[in-house]
């Protein structure tokens, strides 16, 4: 399969990021979809300890979906311990085994980890054992330290690409700069809109509390101020652009549109009283 | 397929936990993985708008490797009104479309408002789109915010379980009170071993120093100071249980047992001045 030009080059890729060591892996596809987690988050040195199916593998490839860029890199060895020869670190991702005493952590807690060993320009590998079994204890006394991910007690088995995801995703994330929450604005005519001032705010809220006035909405007086206050704290909310305040502006002069209709032919609707 | 004990039940679920609504979803293994990626962080509400291939749908059944119980329990609906009409707040899993003003969350800043909203006993769903195009603008604005996962921006398309996975898995974290980072003691003829008290440790050390200072190896007498702090270091760093300071010192006595016979002997090897 070719690559696409989105899987070539760089794409994204830290080259000191953690190795993904998948040991035993049995499905191509499983090898496949793990590629793909790990371009999502920026990884990109995918080591294969005795794949079963053999290497290369077709169905590996359909799977990735495009992370042939991983895919066409990875590295097959005999054996974990020539897979984490250049490493200092090495972490197994596995249900904790109760035969050994080991560091278990969180993969947040392991993702800060690694970020601060490659800051130091220290290597990462994270082992992965077979979709069936996971590591066996012997795979698992590689590594310094366990990462458990913190699951359904009920049902806590991860497929293969799944775990790599956490655990990749985690180091993303913990380096990531993302705002937790912004609220962007629209893009139109090739552009962004800007947000509305407090001005073209304030304008609407008279343009509108003027028309409700008129229209008796706002009665009795004693219950104004409080009917005023919470209509506009709807709209506060909605951090509106100034396109969409000319848009409510449009639709308050729409609403009333028929009784002004009405009054320019002389005919005076009576007045409601409250709502 | 008869669902296994461990899928039966209520198997670790909350169900207050958010509905996770897929729209259009095309393929069957996809929604069965879904299914087990929300089991795996204790969800269960599944809910299907128009799902492609019909449903039941067999490859669901399999693909989602016994979270059975999410699958029966899965109802569809005929448009996403329809699904989420007993719920107060919709977020919309998607790449943030450019004609819409809504907040775009990362998934964990989602999480901790959707927490929050089950805290006041408010119902969440979150909508997923088809696995090739996602939301179209027009699903999109069924939503009160957007999740946007922040992935490699190269390469960040996330096939459906993923998606499913990252936000879920968020989801569970906020309320998660695994420890970051902890060192489980052995458990050995079904009991835990404990950690060695610090009096184990400081005999061992004195028994390691003994042995060093009668080989020589602790040499010359400035450097001692620093070359016991050093070795002590390195095992104290390790946490040692009670079974392994016993096993370290069978290891000194061994190291030392040749010498001691040949003593026993009459014959004393030449003392080495420093290593």
């Known amino acids: 399969m070719a690559g696409t030009d989105k899987s070539?080059?760089?794409?994204?890729?830290?080259?000191?990021?953690?190795?993904?060591?998948?040991?035993?892996?049995?499905?191509?596809?499983?090898i496949g979809t793990a590629a793909r987690a790990m371009l999502n988050c920026g990884l990109a040195d995918l080591r294969l300890v005795e794949p079963r199916d053999g290497w290369p593998?077709?169905?590996?490839?359909s799977a990735a979906s495009g992370a042939d860029l991983v895919i066409e890199k990875a590295r097959v060895f005999a054996g974990i311990a020539e897979a984490i020869a250049d490493c200092h670190h090495v972490y197994a991702a596995t249900a904790r085994p109760r035969e050994v005493v080991k560091a278990v952590l969180t993969p947040r807690a392991a993702a800060a980890e690694m970020r601060a060993a490659q800051a130091r320009g220290e290597r990462v590998a994270i082992l992965f054992g077979p979709e069936r079994w996971g590591l066996t204890t012997d795979q698992v006394s590689f590594a310094g330290s366990i990462i458990e991910v913190p699951l359904n007690p009920a049902f806590a088995s991860l497929n293969l690409a799944q775990a790599v995801l956490i655990?990749?995703?985690?180091?993303?994330?913990?380096?990531?700069?993302?705002?937790?929450k912004f609220i962007p604005t629209l893009e139109q005519h090739g552009g962004p809109t800007e947000l509305a001032t407090q001005d073209d705010i304030l304008k609407l809220f008279e343009h509108l509390e003027r028309e409700l006035d008129e229209s008796g909405y706002l009665y009795p007086p004693d219950k104004r101020p409080a009917m005023v206050r919470n209509l506009r704290s709807i709209f506060l909310r909605a951090n509106l652009t100034e396109p969409e305040v000319r848009s409510l502006r449009g639709v308050v002069k729409a609403l009333v549109q028929r009784r002004r209709d009405l009054e320019a032919r002389g005919i005076k609707p009576p007045r409601r009283r409250g709502s």
Chains 1, 2 share one sequence.
Do not use: F, S
Not at 57 to 61: D, Y
Not at 167 to 180: C, G, Q
């Open 8 to 30: 070539r080059g760089t794409a994204g890729i830290d080259p000191t990021g953690p190795a993904i060591v998948l040991v035993g892996p049995q499905l191509g596809e499983n």
């Open 57 to 61: 593998n077709e169905k590996a490839v």
């Open 167 to 180: 655990v990749a995703y985690e180091w993303r994330l913990a380096a990531d700069t993302t705002p937790a």
